[in-house]
T-cell receptor, first 114, second 111 residues
């Protein structure tokens, strides 16, 4: 257990539905990251926050995706109008600014879009 | 960030040293070498990182060649629990945020 938790661990949804995932980072960590991992591939960076500010979004993050970190603590990732191609593991990680960039990953949320 | 090349898979006998190579021939002066691993159905886990000098911690050793174009992660006494995908990542010290994972090396430790 790294101290980063994600909820839910598994989500099955029908195409076109909206889904929301939550990540709770290690409490003192001010950076929070979202990654996506499909089968047989390494994780791909989606976005990251420093405190409550979203500082970068990948081109992978289409308009259907939105992430928030309202109080600089937990974060949510919402996918609107899900598509089958959104099926993946969504990983959250956290770290400290000015650390050695050791990122602590949560267990992930496995999304299956039918 | 520089691109890395790793073998797709490797095998190692339990109790023996596992040596995982990584090529990063286009690495630039301010780029660090990071190693993470991902055990099946878990999130990635940080192992070690270095710039120029060899590094050692409780998990592993990292040997970086003098020209910095390649490195080797060494697990001195591999156990079955070390079976995982190992990722070598090169990252600028200035960017210091997003990790760019390749496909990594699947290390299988056999009894």
């Amino acid at each position: 257990d790294t101290g980063v938790s994600q909820d839910p661990r598994h989500k099955i949804t029908k195409r076109g539905q909206n889904v929301t995932f939550r990540c709770d980072p290690i409490s003192e960590h001010n950076r929070l990251y979202w990654y996506r991992q499909t089968l047989g591939q390494g994780p791909e960076f989606l976005t990251y926050f420093q405190n409550e500010a979203q500082l970068e979004k990948s081109r992978l993050l289409s308009d259907r995706f939105s992430a928030e970190r309202p109080k600089g603590s937990f974060s949510t990732l919402e996918i609107q109008r899900t598509e089958q191609g959104d099926s993946a593991m969504y990983l959250c990680a956290s770290s400290l600014v000015y650390s050695n960039n050791e990122q602590f990953f949560g267990p992930g949320t496995r999304l299956t879009v039918l | 960030d520089a691109k890395t090349t790793q073998p797709t898979s490797m095998d190692c006998a339990e109790g023996r040293a596992a040596n995982l190579p990584c090529n990063h021939s286009t690495i630039s002066g301010n780029e660090y070498v990071y190693w993470y691993r991902q055990i099946h159905s878990q999130g990635p886990q940080y192992i070690i990182h270095g710039l120029k000098n060899n590094e050692t911690n409780e998990m592993a050793s990292l040997i970086i060649t003098e020209d910095r174009k390649s490195s080797t992660l060494i697990l001195p006494h591999a156990t079955l629990r070390d079976t995982a995908v190992y990722y070598c990542i090169v990252m600028s010290g200035g960017s210091n945020y997003k990790l760019t994972f390749g496909k990594g090396t699947l290390l299988t430790v056999n009894p």
